[in-house]
Structure formats: C-alpha cells, structure tokens
C-alpha cells in the first residue's frame, strides 16, 4: 500500500491525522459518542488544516489533493472516530462537491473558499421519507414562478443539517403545471421557509448531526440552481459514486480501528493459563480480520486511485463500498466477541465501533443497493459481447 | 531575525528496539522514526518568533543519515523556510562534541541570531549538543529554555530550574538555546505546508566526521527483577514497618 498508491506527501498527511487524532480526538471520542455532542472544535482545527477540502481545486481555495489523499485522511480519522470521520466526509463529498462538480463559476467563487476552510460546513439532501433507495421517488417540488421557484416537500435523515450554512438538495422542477425532472439547488441554511427539525436519535454516529428538514413554501432565485431539470438526478448520483469511496474508507477505519483494540486486547487477557491469541479460535479471527482489512483498503485505494486516473469507477467505487462495509460491520462484531463480556460494556471502546459499523451498510445506497450496481455493471459487459 | 533549529530524528516511543546481531546500535529496518520530541517545542518556538516579527528566517538543520529527510520534511511542512542536511549515512556521530563540531562548520558562515536546539534528543539523550555549538560559534547558551522573549539585539530566556523553580536570563544575541519540551504548543503541519514542503531549498552536505571521544561498545536492556516482600505482623507493627520502608527505601517524605 505504501509504495503502490501514497507519495511522501500521503504519508505525512497520514502520520499528521494520525497525531492530530491521538492529541485532539481519542481523548474526547467516549465523551461526544456517550453525550452525542457535535465537536465543532475539533471540525474547526480541521478546516484550519485544510482538512475540509482535500480534494477541492486550489483555485476554490481548498487543499488541491487527490483522491487517495481524501480517502487516507477519512480512513484515519475513523480509525479514532467515525462521526468525526462522517462529518468530513459528508461536508467534502456531499455538501462541497455538488457546487465545484456542476455549479457556476460564480456559485462556486461565492460559496466554495468558505466551505473549503470549514468557515461553513455543506449538507446534502437528497433522501425523503418516500424516496431513500429509490432516488428518483423524490417528491419535494420547485414550482417555477417568474425567475425564481417555490419549493414544498421535505428530507429526512440529512447530515450535518443542524450545522451547516449551506444545503444542496434535489427536487422536482415544475413549470407550467408541468414535470421536468429533478434538479438541484444550493441555499443558505437561514432562508425563510425552511425547518430543520432536533437532531435523531441514532444507533450510531452519534456525535455526527443528523436531522430532518421541511421546505414551506421557500422563496429561491433561479441563480440558486445548480444542476438544471433532468440533469440534478444524475449529478447526485455521481456525487454519490464518489462519495462511496469516503464511505468504504470509513469503513476500513472503523474496521482497522476495532481489530487494533482486539489485536491488543488479545495479548493482555488470559484465560486457561495462556493470552487468549493462543486460542485458535480466537487467533484466526484476528488472521481473518487483518485479511479482510487488507482486500477492503485495497479495493478502497484502488477506486480512488482510478479516479484520479481519470477512469470510470461506478462498478469500482460500489464494490469498495459493499465490501469494505461488510467487512467493518463482520470485524467490530469479531472485536467485541474478542473482548468477551468486556465488549459488551462501554468501558471499552470496541461496542462504539460495532454502533458506529451499521449504518455503513445502509447510508449512500444499502448493500442491496450496491449489489445493483454492480450486477448493472457486469451484466452491460456481458450484453456487449454477445 | 535568522533562526537555526536543530531537529534530529530518533526512534519513536512506541518503536520496536530490536537491536543488530553485533549489539552495538539497533536494527533501523524496524525501527520507526519520529522528530525529537523537544525539537518539536524548539521549531515551534522559531516559527512563533518569526510570526510575532513577521520577518526573518527560520532554517532546520539536521544531522543524519538518508532517512532524516523524513523529519526534515516534517518541518518544512510545518513552517520552516528551508533546510540544511548534514549527512551521515556511515558513522553516524554519537558523541555530542563530534556532532556539535559538524554543526558549527555546516552554520558558522550563516551568522544566525538564535540556535534552538531540543533539551535532549530522546535517543542518546547526552543533552549537550546545543550547549557545545554555542561555545564553538561564540554565542551566548541557556539551557531548558521555557519560555522566549525577543528584547532589542537580545534575548531573555525563562529556564526551568529545579523542583518548580524557574529563572529568567537575559543574554546577548547570537544565542544558541535548548528548549524544553511543553514550552509552546506545536502546530500540526498543514495541507498546504505538506504539499509545499519539496518544493522548499534543501541543501546536502556531507563532511566527514572527525575522531570521537567516545562510542558505543554495546546495548542491552537492563535486568529488571520483581521482588515482592511479605510483611507479617499485627496491624501496627505492619503499619510501622510499611513507614520505615516509605521513608528510608521508597524515600516519600
Ligand atoms: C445516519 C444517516 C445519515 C444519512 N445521511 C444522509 C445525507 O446526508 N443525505 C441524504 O440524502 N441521505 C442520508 N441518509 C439516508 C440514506 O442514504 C438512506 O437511509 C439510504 O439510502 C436507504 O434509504 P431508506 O432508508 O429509505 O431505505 P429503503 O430504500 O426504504 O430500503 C429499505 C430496505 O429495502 C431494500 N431495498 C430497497 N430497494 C431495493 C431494491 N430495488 N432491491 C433490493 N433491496 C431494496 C434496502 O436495501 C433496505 O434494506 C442518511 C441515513 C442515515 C441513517
């Protein structure tokens, strides 16, 4: 991995998260999962690194990385803390990319240098309570009225929506009494019409903001389009692609940061006379959890690096994802039953990560979804040769 | 104001130590290396003198091998202006005066104002380096530096003295200083400063290196030994005798 995919520049990026994470988010990482607090000191220290944009263009002000950068430094920070990791990723992925992707040079000079150093943080939203797998459901509507739209509907399950300045988000454009496809939007998060509702409850991520919105009657401006009708759709599900290798990243850290606790864990406890690694039961669990680890980075790594490249990756990015996920949600479950009655409690860390696992293989497409994908993917090969 | 900041490389904390077949140094192969951690306090104390004088230079000069280039970079991606390598890829110095001889001749045609150097490097810890430079360049030296203050053309410097004792010294420039560790709070290298780092001037050179007073014959962990000690009795002579051995073995007073 260290020669194949990362420069010296990827690893002092790494070993910098790495410390950043050991000073500034291990010691509060029990604290804001247990409190479900959001840490927007430590998201701030982040934006002053430039952590907030490691992949937007230097001409926008961000940091002008690639894609390996992005998913090292995600997958570093999840190692100690996915709801950090989420919400990076979330801002970067979803709530920045949409603009420099497809907004105007003016959207993007407005907006972008402030989301690129974390002065605002970007929500994305796409998923409604009737439209979650099926995208294309959505209902919430832009009703066009002179040169600007009327929007009605709603999100559900949006993160950073408590925190953001700025929300991207899709809906149905109609014109004349007529349906023209989905479009996206970008607006400020204090726009007149607009409800965002108390933080969910969650399983996991805890610390990472999640909440539902409400659009009554919002008053936007047609310069607040960013995608026209018909082509929004498509946009976010590129954004989305994307996004999957920040999701598989984090999974690969979730998962890498739940076997070093086991791993450790495995050489101080004893049981029958002997450190439980002698068990073979348990010793191979840890041979299957490194292995795993290894096959998810590098299908991660490997999705990145042909995105930089400048290849196609829906089937790429979609494995990592499923895979990576899978294996995070398998490894944290391994963790905990490596720890014993131990895992169970919340004196140590490995039932955080077990949470924080779950939810990698429902948000940005459900592994069923995945697996759709790549079926499309592989089947579109097939059909051509025949 | 031109500012020298000596920053070594050595074995991280949590490094596995194996050592060679030979004992006489470790194995490097598997050995992970990190910045001196009190180096670390002294390029932060550079950097924030620039800053505050938003003017200057600040110059990380490092003696080693190939691979302290890693640290090197470290630096310059957290805010130093460029770099000098002292390399030494055989015969690596391990006596302070050998070392500190390389230094004064790779710096003495620069004419610095201030040596930071770290109190110790985590390795040898010899501590001395700093203070030898000092005194073959002519500079005034202050030891455990704490806390730094700029006055004109001179330098007051808070040392840590001991059992929670500090003194301020004020010194004349050039100065060549070692910094305690916890003295500033050092800043995480930034995107920017990571990507910035090879374009910055880094300059090689390579002398070699002169007689040495001492070396290093060989390495090996100490013998540690657990010995528990019943102490039998009624609770008050258990209780005197546990005193005794506080105050005259453990020696808590
Ligand atoms: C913590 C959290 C954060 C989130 N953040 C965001 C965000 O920032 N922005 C955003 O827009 N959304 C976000 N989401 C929403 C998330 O992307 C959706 O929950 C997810 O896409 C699934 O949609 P759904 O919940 O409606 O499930 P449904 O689509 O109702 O799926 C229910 C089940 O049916 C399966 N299923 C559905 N269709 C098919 C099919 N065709 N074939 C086989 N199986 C199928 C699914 O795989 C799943 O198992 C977030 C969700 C959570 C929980």
């Avoid at chain 2, 840590?160 to 004349?172: H, K, N, R």
Wanted: one cysteine or more; aromatic letters at 6%; a negative charge.
């Amino acid at each position: 991995m260290d020669t194949l995919f990362f420069t010296d520049e990827h690893n002092m990026l790494i070993e910098m998260i790495s410390d950043f994470a050991k000073s500034e988010i291990i010691p509060i990482a029990k604290e804001i999962d247990q409190t479900s607090r959001f840490p927007s000191e430590v998201i701030s220290k982040l934006g002053d690194l430039g952590i907030l944009s490691i992949p937007v263009p230097k001409k926008y002000g961000g940091s002008g990385m690639d894609n390996v950068a992005y998913a090292a430094a995600i997958m570093e920070l999840a190692k100690a803390d996915a709801s950090i990791a989420i919400t990076v990723a979330a801002h970067t992925s979803l709530g920045t990319m949409p603009i420099v992707l497809s907004g105007t040079e003016e959207q993007k000079k407005k907006y972008v240098p402030k989301l690129a150093t974390g002065k605002i943080l970007g929500a994305f939203g796409l998923t409604e309570p009737e439209a979650g797998s099926d995208a294309g459901a959505t209902r919430t509507t832009a009703e066009r009225k002179g040169n600007n739209y009327i929007v009605n509907g709603g999100k559900i399950f949006i993160t950073n929506a408590g925190v953001a300045g700025l929300l991207s988000f899709t809906a149905q454009i109609i014109e004349d009494g007529k349906n023209k496809g989905i479009g996206a939007f970008i607006i400020p998060t204090d726009i007149d019409g607009l409800t965002i509702s108390e933080p969910e409850k969650k399983m996991g991520w805890k610390a990472s903001d999640t909440r539902q919105l409400f659009f009554n009657n919002m008053l936007i401006s047609e310069s607040d389009m960013i995608a026209e009708p018909g082509e929004g759709f498509k946009i976010f599900l590129k954004i989305l692609t994307g996004g999957r290798i920040s999701i598989a990243a984090l999974a690969v850290g979730t998962a890498q940061g739940a076997y070093e606790k086991a791993l450790k864990y495995s050489t101080e406890r004893k049981a029958f006379g002997k450190e439980i690694n002698n068990f073979q039961s348990i010793g191979f669990k840890l041979s299957d959890m490194a292995t795993q680890i290894e096959a998810a980075k590098l299908l991660t790594f490997h999705a990145a690096w042909k995105k930089d490249n400048g290849h196609d990756i829906i089937k790429e990015a979609a494995m990592a994802k499923l895979f990576a996920s899978e294996a995070a949600m398998k490894i944290t479950t391994d963790a905990i039953q490596i720890h014993g009655g131990y895992g169970y409690v919340k004196d140590y860390d490995v039932e955080r990560y077990f949470r924080d696992a779950k939810i990698l293989e429902i948000g940005e497409g459900t592994s069923e979804v995945q697996r759709l994908i790549i079926l499309k993917q592989i089947l579109k090969k097939v059909e051509s040769l025949v | 104001m031109k500012i020298a900041v000596l920053v070594k490389q050595v074995p991280g904390s949590e490094s596995p130590l194996p050592l060679v077949s030979s004992q006489d140094w470790l194995d490097e192969s598997q050995v992970a290396y990190i910045m001196n951690e009190s180096d670390n306090y002294g390029l932060e104390e550079a950097l924030q003198i620039r800053e505050k004088n938003n003017d200057g230079e600040v110059v990380v000069v490092s003696l080693g091998p190939d691979r302290t280039q890693k640290v090197i970079r470290e630096a310059l991606a957290k805010g130093a202006d460029r770099a000098i390598h002292i390399q030494t890829n055989e015969n690596y110095p391990t006596d302070p005066l050998a070392a500190a001889s390389l230094f004064a001749d790779a710096l003495k045609g620069e004419d610095f104002d201030i040596i930071f150097s770290g109190l110790q490097s985590d390795d040898l810890g010899y501590g001395q380096t700093g203070v030898i430079l000092g005194e073959l360049l002519g500079m005034s030296t202050a030891t455990l530096a704490m806390a730094t203050e700029i006055l004109d053309n001179k330098i007051k410097v808070k040392r840590e003295l001991e059992a929670g004792y500090f003194q301020w010294v004020t010194m004349s420039l050039p100065a060549s200083i070692s910094v305690q560790s916890g003295c500033n709070t050092p800043r995480y290298p930034s995107l920017k400063g990571i990507m910035g780092a090879k374009k910055k001037e880094l300059n090689v050179v390579t002398p070699s290196v002169g007689d040495q007073n001492q070396s290093i014959k060989k390495i090996y962990a100490p013998n540690t030994a657990k010995e528990t000690v019943m102490i039998k009795g009624s609770v008050d002579q258990v209780v005197e005798k546990l005193v005794t051995i506080f105050r005259n073995e453990i020696k808590i007073t």
